[in-house]
């Protein structure tokens, strides 16, 4: 996968000495493009090209910010800016439904394949029907964020763009019709909440941030801003001294917008930048970094947000996927550490982390490591008669050991349910091979 930005720096390079591309360029810029990088832009995005002269000058304006000057302003008060906060929650949710009962695992083996088959593929449509009615009119998905120290506290509804993304990216490779609208609803709110050059953030109180925003632009690719790759220079400027990428973008006056120990490299985060942007010299240190981790097993505390392994394994393995390069050499030892989440009897530690192993099997080719018959059993028993999967924490710090920041996790059925579908449309193309 190529750098994005040198699409941009590809077509300017090329006018500067093609004059009958610069014509047409400047005739029907995206027809052009298209044309000649082989590339598919967002259809309803208009694309200008001017040229300057001697005697003409352009001067090109950055669409304005989707916040006023206070806002803008109030956002950069962190913990004080509380309405910003409350503007981004919802009406308190409901209690958390205690999750089924799982007795058809054992049964796997007496089943046979295609009725094993057909019973992923209805519990596929099941569960597409529920998310149906689990994103709003805008296309978001909602998540719900709660206490994980003190179930007393009331937990709210969140609609953050990350969430909607994230679980968006499950569906992105179903062909059934159903997930594809769900997904097209997605991305039309991904367009309406980005802010220029291409940056999403997760509340309107917090800066933007690139796990936001990789995913963002993960999904809505052939949107021209990321096409021609507009918020790269920026995500890579947001690099420290290891040439790892930093969480949070935090103007001059921002350094105390969001806590200490948040503004640090996180694998998960990084490993959904180099997804995004690709492998190339900018990226190395970085896919290196994962790369090593990955070979020496997790750390103890590898990501402050994303505990569990296998959540970390899922984004390494999309970046391992998508960008062939350094990365690569990971495939068979990732392999490894994937399959030894599983307990003697070959189970993961939740329906949620065995999506996620899934996922991640497949993505890598080694999904065959697994009983994919065993995992099917397990995610189908799992279902809710409502067609959802139940809500398990999707990202937090569950051990508690930041304070007050850190017992904050999030979580939802949605969530839950988006992984399930991506992992059953795993597992079935694999036993139809």
């Given at each position: ?65 989707k ?88 937990r ?20 059934e ?21 291409g940056?999403?953030?997760?509340y ?27 918020n ?5 400027a ?13 103007d ?15 694998p ?28 020496d ?9 994303y ?127």
């Open positions: 996968m190529k750098l994005s930005v040198n699409l941009e720096n590809a077509v300017k390079s090329r006018a500067e000495h093609d004059r009958e591309f610069r014509s047409r360029l400047v005739q029907n810029p995206k027809l052009t493009i298209e044309t000649e990088f082989e590339k598919k832009l967002a259809g309803d995005h208009e694309i200008h090209v001017h040229e300057h002269s001697s005697k003409v000058t352009h001067i090109v304006l950055p669409p304005l910010s916040y006023t000057e206070a806002e803008r302003q109030e956002a950069k008060t962190g913990a004080g800016s509380l309405e910003f906060l409350r503007k981004t929650l919802y009406d308190p949710a409901p209690p958390r439904r205690c999750e089924s009962s799982n007795t058809a695992t054992s049964q796997s083996s007496s089943v046979s394949t295609q009725t094993l088959l057909e019973a992923a593929r209805q519990s596929i449509r099941r569960g597409l029907e529920f998310l149906q009615t689990a994103i709003d009119g805008k296309g978001a998905w909602y998540c719900i964020r709660f206490n994980l120290a003190d179930p007393n506290i009331p709210h509804f969140e609609k953050p763009p990350f969430v909607s993304a994230l679980c968006a990216l499950a569906l992105a490779g179903s062909n019709p159903c997930a594809k609208a769900l997904c097209a609803a997605t991305r039309a709110y991904l367009v309406n909440t980005m802010e220029y050059p940056f999403w953030r997760y309107r109180h917090l800066p933007q941030d690139l796990d936001s925003t990789a995913l963002g632009s993960l999904l809505i690719a052939d949107h021209p801003w990321i096409m021609l790759g507009r790269i220079e920026l995500i890579l947001n690099r420290d001294e290891h040439g790892r990428f930093m969480t949070w973008l935090l001059d006056d921002q350094p105390d917008v969001v806590s200490t120990f948040r503004i640090e490299a996180d998960v985060v990084n490993a959904n930048v180099i997804a995004q942007i690709g492998d190339c010299a900018e990226t190395r240190n970085a896919q290196q970094w994962l790369a090593q981790m990955v070979e097993g997790l750390p103890a505390a590898p990501s402050k947000w505990q569990e392994p296998a959540s970390i394994y899922y984004a390494i393995a999309r970046a391992v996927m998508r960008v062939s390069g350094a990365l690569d050499q990971l495939r068979p030892i990732l392999g490894d550490r994937i399959v030894q989440l599983q307990d003697e009897s070959g189970e993961f530690s939740d329906v949620f982390q065995a999506a996620q192993a899934v996922c991640a099997l497949y993505k890598i080719g080694c999904i065959d490591r697994i009983d994919s018959k065993q995992l099917l059993v397990r995610i189908i028993s799992s279902q809710y008669e409502d067609g959802s999967w139940p809500e398990l924490l999707a990202f937090g710090d569950k051990s508690l050991r930041f304070g007050a920041f850190g017992q904050i996790g999030h979580a939802s059925d949605a969530i839950t349910s988006a992984f399930c579908i991506e992992a059953l449309e795993c597992l079935v193309r694999n036993l139809e091979r």
